[in-house]
């Protein structure tokens, strides 16, 4: 996190008096961050184990500097917990409501959550209120939520409902809270996005739109980013096909101003509670308005090919996984978080014990019961790595690159490294005397010879390099 902000308020004339509903990823941090701008917040948690570990002075999550910053919210009273709405609604004219839009089977997002989450702020009401609502829901919700909470709310008490996505990312979001490339709000009336936009850090660009362009910004921008991460593994595809490295090849492409390199970079494929479900969510809404989502669509099934080909690909190189022993560093979804939500990681685990490896996994932060069915969970880096015949490194965290490649190669009882995640130096790993394959490093998974004319490419079968 940079330097903290500094808001001018005196946290108790200048700010609003706000509920925030749902202690998640981003609700704890809204929350926090919020009470640090100067508001006085209540936090409402309807699960019992996380409302009583933040009343125990604890967090449920991790999430870097999201402690220390909860910590002073309630040191200098200005945030609160509650059990329900019922109790935490208080005087506040402002409730955020960030609860939870987990995917359903076909795709499209469980919506229970945030309905019942309207009804129970329009239930505790006693006053006219803007709810405005973070988590990712499609457009029109809001719209439907309005209408909710008018048919639950007491006669004379109007419940307006804006809408104000959350574009944090996990493991960096409180630095994302206080320092936000935009702020986008959605209402009708621009006296709501005055005053949704007001609960925000100052100097935040805004973006005004309606509700459901606002609800639709939220989509879009992550079904972009899933693109780009699909396209890089496409492009990290052809890599290993032709024997180049697609680092040097998608740092030439990201250098480009127009394009950038951000999430150009190849891996095991995306996952999170985020972008898988918002990419399906994308699709589900173009199908329900008559709109082909073509792109979308591909950027989903490149995802699910990037994710499959890890143990597939490790197969090619050791042969038969049955009995080997796997080292598997990383189970959450990236680095620095413990949310294994959708997580690559977890579905390799699973395709290397569904090929009859036996596999050791490392994770300093996912919790215990996290752990896919026969799986053994270790508590050590080294550990997973001792006498495994290859170890796949899953998660782009520094702490596996810069495992010592000695002590690595002197552990194993194998050579051979699957660096899906991109964090190995070849150099130093190679000659520590290891193999190091992975994703787009230019190592050849498939032998393609050039013919002539030089544009075409014969594929042969592929080989194995084991
Ligand atoms: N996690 C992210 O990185 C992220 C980023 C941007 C947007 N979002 C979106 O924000 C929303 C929340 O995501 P999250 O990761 O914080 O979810 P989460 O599951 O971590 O947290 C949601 C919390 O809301 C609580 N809750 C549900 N209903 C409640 C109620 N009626 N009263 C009180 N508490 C209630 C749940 O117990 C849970 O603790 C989702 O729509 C998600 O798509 C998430």
Sequence with gaps: MTEPLTTGNDGVSSGHEVCV???????LTAAACLAHLGHRVTCVEANPHRL???KDGGIPIHEPGLSELVGQGVVNGRLHWAPDVASGLGTARIVLLCVGTPPRADGEPDLSQIAEAGRQVARAATSDLVVVVKSTVPPGSCEAIELICAEDALPGVTIRVASSPEFLRESRAVEDFLYPDRVVVGAEDPDVIDLVASLYPPASPVVRCDRRGAELVKYAANTFLAIKISFANEVAQLCDALGTNAMNVLEGVGSDSRIGPQFLRPGPGYGGSCL??????????????GTRTALAC????????????????????IGSLKGKRIGLLGLAFKDGTDDVRDSPSIQIAEDLITSGAEVRAYDPLAPSGSTPNGVERVPLAREALEEADAVVIAVDSAEYGDLDPDEVARLMSGDVIFDAAGVCNLESWGSAGLSVYGVGRGTPMAFYPVVWPPLRWT????????
């Design 21 to 27: 509903v749902g202690a998640g990823y981003v609700g």
């Design 52 to 54: 009583q570990v933040l």
């Design 276 to 289: 898988p479900k918002d990419v399906s969510g994308f699709v589900a809404l173009g199908e329900s308005a």
């Design 298 to 317: 591909a950027a989903e099934e490149q995802n699910a090919l990037a994710r499959r080909s890890v143990a597939r690909r490790l197969e090619m190189v």
């Design 459 to 466: 594929r042969t079968t592929e080989i194995s390099l084991g």
